[in-house]
């Protein structure tokens, strides 16, 4: 299904925002290894939200932005803070519990093909075979890094398996949010009300999520560890979801994912000197087949509206 090309003016006001949400989330991939020291995951991410909500109300009330939802955009901020803010962030902490921050945000990097999958499915946008061969390049690319984690990493095989299937998971859930968010019902929803909500109603489902499954809260008390779940909330959350989502909702949630081809370039040379990731020829193959496959599909995209 051929669109129409993407204007200069577009791009322009895309870009600034994709630019933003990439560098900051290349770094929190390290930020999130640090919380996994102490506190369990659901219990870190209902605090990261809880910020970030708190946070996004602050913004709403000072800038005047309505905070009213009608019933469907409260499904839609539902639907959104489940997802996203739940399913999504509990699967991405407990995968770096398993392996590396690099090595999650690299399998990350195959958001795209979900956003496109399900674009097509529930959006109609279009998706072209090149698109369909240049994903299964870089999911040749996951495979190598996979047996090289098999071979090489320290936590055995079980651990590696159980990393990268979480992040699998973790995957799935961020993309339905994303096409959510790209749905004309989405679209007539305010921005700054469904994720001040949805962010509200993921930590209220952390919170209880936790209390279910880890006991009552927990809370490290490291200086570190509070600067993170404040870096996170605030920078890592009410700064880039804004930014994130509103690409989506103007170019489509497959175009919104280009910035996960970059994000892991950044968060594997953090994860080589913070994390001490040691590179084989297998791991720099697969990195590079990974990206090279994602470029292949992304290229093969007719410009989104």
Known sequence: MSEAPLHSTAQARVFLPLLIVTLIWSSTWLVIRDQLAVVPPTWSVAYRFGVGAVTMFIYALATRKPLRLTREGWLIAAVVGLTQFVFNFNFVYRAEHYVTSGLVAVVFALLVVPNAVFGRIFLGQGLSWRFIAGSAVAGA???????????????????????????????????TANVVQGAEAAKRQPMVAVLAWGMALGALANALLGFVTVGPPSFDSRPEYTAGILYLGVIGSALTFPLYFGVVRAIGPARAAYSSVVIPVLAMGLSTMFEGYRWSVLAAAGGLLTLAGLVIALRARSPAR
């Open 141 to 175: 690319g996951i495979a190598l890094l996979f047996v090289h984690e098999l071979a090489a990493g320290p936590a055995g095989r079980d651990a590696v398996a159980l990393g990268i299937g979480f992040t699998l998971l973790g995957v799935l859930s961020a993309s």
